[in-house]
């Protein structure tokens, strides 16, 4: 067991340490302030205060982890070796920066509680966060420091055992619209048919009129042929599903229709089936239970697992609301606009609410690719370029590779770029 000394301990130490040494290192660790206790510890041993006792492991503490609530934190981002890093310490550090601290900063989401002018859905903008700013967006930069963390240790404490992370790939898929023309209704058919004629869209309006008479599938309808697709090249997926009834951003077809829910059921027979929380639901916790029950009454199995229409967070608030509706699972965290690691992270990790100084009970599972951050770049090939890029960062650090996709995009009944790609994705699970 590795044993941690510290001066104080508090809800903020506890949290990062355990979630660095238990969680992504895979070793039991304890912490104590008794002095005694750590110079009698046989094992290995780390002191973490201002000061070193002797010539141990020592890493210099900074002092956010002994601090309550938001302050305005001082940041300047320095190299450790070819990694960003800061929180910089001393040269009696064994490492040049308090990972501990820094490590918190980032998956609590820190910066998102400090003042912050959000975008037209209630977001916080990626252009405001540190890791945009100092150009390591693209870099799971926890997960990097932990690496060189364990050789360190594994340096100092030859006897220590380090268990063997497994890199992992998911598929999250967005159905936010399960259809693009049927089941619309007349009413509904009728406006995009007018829509249409006016944007000279004539191929659009023998296509929509195709699919309703029965010759042509639904361009959305693409489940059965992603199923396979899973299957044949062993690349989980979960897709979470609108249960929002209809509004100005959620456009799904109605929940109560029998087709709909016969789709969400023979989805469920074969992947994970989850809730894409809905816009309204961003605020108000009576919509997300009813949406949740929905889907549940639909599968007829527990529903832990919710994703944020638009990726709308709203930190702690967002987190805290999903707890109270029953949630244990988050696949929100990360960016529409641009690909990366809003949490610094491949790693899956509980959530810690800086308002109450505590770890909630909800997982936060990051992605680092979005579709629609991959309208930036010239070319599909270009786009793949950035996914293999991102995809051999995570794997040399044994992370979780999770890409957004969406049927909306795919559109697997026709070749196009988008298909390619995703299809490529599957291929490369090895």
């Given at each position: 067991m590795l044993l941690v000394y510290t001066?104080?301990?508090?809800?903020?130490?506890?949290?990062?340490?355990?979630?660095?040494?238990?969680?992504?290192?895979?070793?039991?660790?304890?912490?104590?302030?008794?002095?005694?206790?750590?110079?009698?510890?046989?094992g290995p041993k780390i002191t973490y205060t201002k000061q070193p006792l002797q010539n141990e492991f020592f890493i210099k503490s900074h002092e956010l982890l002994f601090e309550q609530g938001i302050s305005d934190?001082?940041?300047?981002?320095?190299?450790?070796?070819?990694?960003?890093?800061?929180?910089?310490?001393?040269?009696?550090?064994?490492?040049?920066?308090?990972?501990?601290?820094?490590g918190f900063?980032?998956?609590?989401?820190?910066?998102?509680?400090?003042?912050?002018?959000?975008?037209?859905?209630?977001?916080?903008?990626?252009?405001?966060?540190?890791?945009?700013?100092?150009?390591?967006l693209e870099l799971p930069v926890v997960d990097m420091w932990v690496v060189k963390l364990k050789k360190i240790l594994k340096a100092h404490f030859p006897e220590m055992e380090f268990p063997k992370r497994s890199y992992?790939?998911?598929?999250?898929?967005?159905?936010?619209?399960?259809y693009a023309y049927r089941k619309k209704g007349i009413i509904r058919t009728f406006g995009g048919t007018m829509i249409d004629l006016f944007a000279f869209r004539i191929a659009r309006v023998f296509d929509r009129y195709l699919v309703l008479l029965g010759f042509r599938k639904d361009p959305y309808d693409f489940f059965d042929k992603i199923t396979e697709l899973h299957k044949k090249y062993k690349v989980p997926a979960i897709f979470f599903f609108l249960m929002a009834d209809y509004s100005a951003y959620d456009k799904n077809i109605s929940v109560i229709n029998p087709s709909f829910r016969s789709l969400v059921k023979s989805v469920a027979d074969y992947s994970i089936v989850s809730l894409m929380a809905s816009y309204k639901s961003f605020s108000d916790i009576t919509v997300l239970k009813k949406e949740r029950k929905r889907l549940i009454e639909y599968i007829n199995r527990p529903v832990k697992r919710?994703?944020?229409?638009?990726?709308?967070?709203?930190i702690p608030d967002t987190y805290q609301l999903m707890v109270d509706a029953g949630f244990n699972e988050d696949y929100t965290m990360g960016y529409a606009r641009?690909?990366?690691?809003?949490?610094g992270t491949c790693t899956s990790f509980f959530f810690y609410d800086i308002s109450f100084e505590?770890?909630?009970p909800i997982k936060i599972n990051p992605?680092?690719?979005?579709?629609?951050?991959l309208y930036q770049y010239k070319s599909v090939r270009k786009a793949q370029e950035k996914i293999s890029e991102l995809e051999q960062r995570v794997r040399a650090v044994q992370g979780d590779f999770n890409m957004v996709f969406s049927n909306e995009v795919l559109n697997l009944n026709e070749r196009n770029s988008w298909q390619d790609l995703y299809v490529n994705f599957l291929k490369n699970n090895s």
């Open positions: 001066y104080k301990i508090t809800p903020r130490l506890t949290y990062i340490i355990k979630h660095i040494f238990s969680k992504m290192l895979l070793v039991d660790v304890s912490i104590t302030t008794k002095v005694e206790d750590f110079i009698a510890h046989k934190v001082e940041i300047n981002v320095h190299m450790w070796d070819d990694t960003p890093c800061f929180f910089p310490t001393t040269e009696k550090s064994t490492i040049p920066f308090d990972i501990f601290a820094a900063y980032l998956l609590s989401r820190y910066e998102e509680y400090l003042p912050h002018v959000k975008d037209e859905h209630g977001r916080y903008p990626v252009e405001q966060s540190l890791a945009y700013q100092n150009n390591f992992s790939r998911m598929s999250v898929m967005d159905v936010a619209v399960a919710v994703r944020q229409r638009f990726n709308r967070l709203n641009e690909v990366g690691f809003r949490a505590e770890q909630k992605y680092c690719v979005q579709y629609t951050a």
